[in-house]
Structures are given as structure tokens and as C-alpha cells.
């Protein structure tokens, strides 16, 4: 079944709003065919038009569209929300009020007040909402998540996640892309931080199972002029004695897109980078170590089910993306039908992993700025 699509901002010179584009359309679930690109009425008009959209549904602004959209007998099935991250709670409270599923970029918002009210409305309204953590769409990320959940490792002890690029090493002036990240107006109070240790948390409690009880963190400006953080060293603690180190940074000079996790406990390690994501490392306890490759045999359903070509037909970026989009769209079919919610909406990133990583930017900021002292994750601090 295909999905219609409607999108709020991504549009000329935007980097993700492409990214989302191509992700929805891999799997053939759905079409694009409403949207308010920009923040001027004019070219947002005008990049609907360029991409095809019917002139009555290439809007000027967010509030006509969630208006217009809800009054039409076809109206769109879901919104795609890829806006700077001050931009995200006011569209996405509009659509859920509206009864219209929201797939909203991460972090959910700028601050965690924000986060809460629209749990509360996903909540009250029955809405479906999905946040696009996209790297747990990859097919041995989940691979990963279902060992842990099978006891494969034992006891889960250690944590290591990180994410290095270094697209941010020198000041960028004039560039759209780094100067909204570097803006707390409109990134909120995290830089790298928000940008992509968020993505680096999520990948760690997504794959064990649970978020981490307590930070500790240490952030740094490198570059000198920038307002927030560049770079991001912390320390995680889980209720069940696991122990985590998770480093983030945008000013690692010859790193790309350095996003790697690793896992051990008891009886066995697992080892994963995005660079070189159809491969997962396991090592069994006294064993030589295995190399477990994507559409490989022995791997779990969620992983089979997040597999689309044979293995040694290398899948990445984009396909993981799309996975998002193609689960999203299952979950979205079957709440419009009134059926049962599908198994893999256990694998979906919803509001709550949302709330779960605006907690994590808020605490780790309380925490740098005292020091690294221990902060909780709880809703102790909400």
C-alpha cells in the first residue's frame, strides 16, 4: 500500500530533505505530494512546483498546509518534519491535533518542556509519530539489538559508542548548514552534541535495550567564535551495572562519518561501524572471532526483515534511511485500517526515544557545565 507524504522544510540548499526524499521513495511506499519547503511563501511554492507537486498543494507556510491538509477528503497520510530543530514542535503538535502521523527528524526538540507536550499529545491524540534515527534502520544494527535481547553477549558490561566527522574543524561563515547548527536559537542548547551524539546514544540504548540511568559529560568550542560545542567527551552509567564511554565530535580532522558502536558483556563482544555497515563483528568468549555479514545465514528475523538484496550487494546510508520510511509506512497503514500495530513498531524510534535524547542533551549540558559531575537521565529532572 502507498502512502501520500506531505513534508515541511527541506528545501533549496537543505542537505536532509533530500535524504528523506530519496529514503521514502525506495521502497515504493509512498508519494510526496503536498509540502512548505522554506520560510519564504515564494520559493517554498516554487520548489514544490520544481518537484512535481500540484500547484494547490505547494504551500507558503506550515499553518495553511496543516489547516488545508486536514480538510481534505485525500488529505496526506503522514508529514515529514526536517527543519531546524526550533522548528520541529509547533508542526508536529499542529499535525497530531489534526490526526495526520508526523516523521520527524531528530533531536525531537530545543528544549525538554517541548518533548513532553508532544508525548502528551501522541498520547491523547493516538497519532502514530516516528523520529528518524535512521541508523537503526540498518539491517546488523538490529542484527545487534536482537543478540542482546537473546543473551548472546551475557550480562551486557561495556559500551563504547562514538561519532567523529570533520566537516566543522575550521569556522564555515556563510554556510546554511553550519550556521544553523551553531545557532542555539535554532539548534537549541547542544551543537555536536544535538547534531550527533544524539544519533551515537540512541544507536547504544536502541541496541541495549534501555537508557542509560546517569551522565557525565565534558563538551569543548575548538573553534574559536562558536557558541556551542564542537566536540563531546561522556560517561554513561545503566541501572543493570553496565558502564559506557560515548565520544562525539565535528572537529576530528580525517574523519567522515565515523559513527561505531561496541558492546561487551559476560560471554561474548560485538563490534559495529556505519563506514562498513554490512559487516558485524561477534567473538564468543574464548573463541576466534566470527564475521557475521548482512543477508549472511544465522542472523535474526528483525535483521532478515531489513534486508533487501543479496549479501556482497553492499546497502548503506540511504537504505537505512529507508527502512525507517518503509517500517513507518507499515505502522501508519495499519493504524489508518484500524488492524493491530506490527512487531517491527518495537524497532521504530517514536516520541519517546525523542524525550529520551532531549533528556540526554539537557542532562549532558547541566553536566559540562558543573564540571562533569553525574547527572540523572530520570524523569527526576523533567
Known amino acids: 500500500m502507498r502512502l501520500s507524504l506531505g513534508m515541511i522544510g527541506g528545501g533549496e540548499g537543505a542537505f536532509i530533505g ?3 526524499r530519496m529514503a521514502a521513495r525506495l521502497d515504493d511506499r509512498w508519494t510526496l505530494v503536498a509540502g512548505a519547503f522554506s520560510s519564504d511563501p ?11 507537486l500540484d500547484d494547490g498543494r505547494c504551500y507558503g507556510d506550515w499553518p495553511s498546509m496543516a489547516r488545508d491538509e486536514a480538510a481534505r477528503p485525500d488529505r496526506i497520510d503522514a508529514v515529514a518534519i526536517v527543519t531546524p530543530n526550533h522548528l520541529h514542535h509547533e508542526p508536529a503538535r499542529a499535525f497530531l ?3 495526520i502521523a508526523v516523521i520527524c527528524d531528530k533531536p525531537l526538540t530545543t528544549g525538554l518542556a517541548e518533548a513532553l507536550d508532544l508525548q ?3 498520547a491523547r491524540t493516538r497519532t502514530p509519530f516516528v523520529l528518524t534515527h535512521n541508523y537503526s534502520g540498518y539491517a546488523m544494527v538490529r542484527q545487534m539489538r536482537a543478540m542482546v535481547a537473546d543473551g548472546a553477549l551475557g550480562a ?3 559500551v563504547q559508542a562514538e561519532y567523529a566527522q570533520d566537516w566543522l574543524a575550521t569556522a564555515l561563515p556563510g554556510n ?3 550556521d544553523w547548527r551553531g545557532d542555539p536559537a535554532q539548534a537549541g542548547p547542544g551543537g555536536a552534541l544535538g547534531d550527533i551524539a544524539t544519533h551515537a546514544y540512541h544507536l547504544a540504548t536502541f541496541v541495549v535495550g534501555e537508557p542509560a540511568s546517569q551522565i557525565s559529560a565534558e563538551t569543548s568550542r575548538f573553534v574559536a567564535g562558536r557558541r556551542l560545542d564542537d566536540d563531546v567527551q561522556l560517561r554513561l552509567r545503566w541501572t543493570g551495572g553496565a558502564r559506557g564511554q560515548l565520544w562525539a565530535s565535528q572537529v576530528a580532522v580525517g574523519a567522515a562519518n565515523g559513527l561505531r558502536l561496541r558492546v561487551y558483556g559476560e560471554t561474548g563482544g560485538l563490534e559495529w561501524a556505519q563506514e562498513d555497515p554490512d559487516m558485524l563483528r561477534f567473538t564468543p568468549l574464548g573463541e576466534a572471532p566470527r564475521l557475521l555479514r548482512r543477508g549472511g545465514p544465522d542472523l535474526s528475523a528483525a535483521a532478515l526483515a531489513a534486508t533487501r538484496i543479496p549479501a556482497g550487494h553492499p546497502e548503506g546510508y540511504l537504505e537505512g534511511f529507508a527502512r525507517i520510511y518503509a517500517d513507518a509506512a507499515d505502522l501508519i497503514a ?5 488492524r493491530p500495530i506490527p512487531a517491527i513498531a518495537d524497532s521504530l524510534p517514536g516520541v519517546e526515544a525523542g524525550v529520551e535524547g532531549v533528556r540526554f542533551i539537557e542532562a549532558a549540558v547541566r553536566s559540562a557545565a558543573a ?3 553525574w547527572m540523572s537521565l530520570g524523569e527526576d529532572q523533567a
Open 156 to 158: 551486557v558490561r561495556v
Open 42 to 52: 515564494e520559493r517554498s511554492r516554487a520548489f514544490g512546483r520544481n518537484l512535481g
Open 97 to 99: 491535533e489534526a490526526g
Open 176 to 178: 546554511k548548514q553550519a
Open 371 to 373: 564540571d562533569g559531575r
Open 120 to 122: 502528551q499529545t501522541v
Open 18 to 20: 533530500g535524504v528523506h
Open 334 to 338: 495499519a493504524h489508518k485500517a484500524g
